[in-house]
């Protein structure tokens, strides 16, 4: 069992002011509690992906034993609640680091990292996370999910809701997103559970990067209805076409502040301020970029904050002023 408390046993330590999660089966006390689990230094937003496969010895936290294992058939509604500010950033139990903004749970007994399916029973909203830390230890809790999960399925006001928990499978170690994002265009599509996994591998291999052309006279007003669908390049395309991630239209202020400041770390982030039938909105892009695989790549790192929509535009700006 690692000796470092992960963010749920944080949470724990926090909310019940106990001893954190051990690390041996006959303490009392795990000698590491109140340490806490290491924050990520650097700049910009933490890496996805990493750490190792791991599922662990029995321990035991607040008198209650659990006994991590590989349980292909889990599947069990409860209570689920949800963590963020005051773990962003931080190192979970399997080596990752902590976001609050993507698709991730924490989970008492199942293997790291891992994919579920999670349903607010609530209202029907389901979504795919990646499991990769140890939680939930209040009540009869049985998951507890990232900020941006809650925010999905509807309960974040809240704090807590009824969910329905599925174990799909193992999760790879190195996901720059793109896998995640694909499992919950496999969710949307209707595929089984247990296809999911290798449908999702397949379709990131077989699909083409879907990229649309902006128009040069947006000036940074990105209506829909200006997009045309291109097909796809299969040579270099010129140096003279830029490529830019159309993020997504945010209706609070705060949230679009918020990611345009994790987005700078990305490439350069243009925000067009639009009237909708609520009030402004806010549309993000990222870019531009000049060659479409650092675009891909910044597309990816997109989807991980939980933006599934996200997509690529093309802009012959600077070709139009050679000609």
Request: glycine letters at 10%; a neutral charge.
């Amino acid at each position: 069992m690692r000796k470092l408390l992960s963010v749920s046993c944080i949470l724990l330590a926090m909310s019940l002011t106990i001893s954190g999660c051990s690390s041996n089966k006959t303490a009392s006390r795990d000698p590491f509690a109140g340490i806490g689990s290491p924050i990520y230094k650097g700049s910009g937003p933490v890496p996805m992906g990493g750490g190792r496969y791991h599922i662990g010895e029995p321990y035991q936290v607040a008198g209650r034993w659990f006994t991590p294992k590989e349980q292909p058939n889990y599947d069990k509604t409860g209570p689920a609640s949800w963590y963020g500010e005051a773990f962003n950033r931080r190192m979970t139990s399997n080596g990752e680091w902590f976001d609050m903004t993507r698709l991730t749970a924490a989970h008492p007994t199942l293997p790291l990292p891992s994919y579920a399916k999670v349903t607010n029973v609530s209202n029907g909203n389901s979504v795919i996370v990646r499991i990769n830390d140890r939680g939930p230890f209040v009540g009869p809790r049985i998951i507890d999910l990232s900020k941006q999960t809650a925010s999905v399925l509807g309960f974040k006001r809240q704090g807590t809701a009824t969910v329905r928990v599925q174990y799909i499978g193992p999760a790879p170690i190195d996901d720059d997103g793109s896998n995640l994002v694909a499992m919950n265009r496999e969710l949307e599509n209707g595929t089984p559970l247990r296809q999911m996994i290798a449908a999702a591998s397949g379709r990131r291999l077989a699909e083409p990067v879907q990229v649309a052309e902006a128009d040069p006279a947006e000036q940074g007003v990105y209506e829909a209805d200006m997009e045309q669908p291109i097909a796809q390049m299969e040579q270099s395309p010129p140096s003279a076409v830029n490529y830019f991630v159309q993020a997504g239209t945010f209706a609070d202020p705060d949230n679009a502040e918020r990611l345009r400041q994790e987005f700078v770390n990305i490439g350069p982030v243009q925000v067009a301020e639009l009237m909708g039938n609520d009030g402004p909105v806010y549309r993000m892009r990222v870019g531009p970029f000049n060659n479409l695989n650092d675009a891909q790549i910044a597309l990816n790192q997109v989807h991980g904050y939980g933006l599934p929509d996200a997509h690529l535009l093309e802009s012959h700006l600077q070709q139009a002023s050679l000609q």
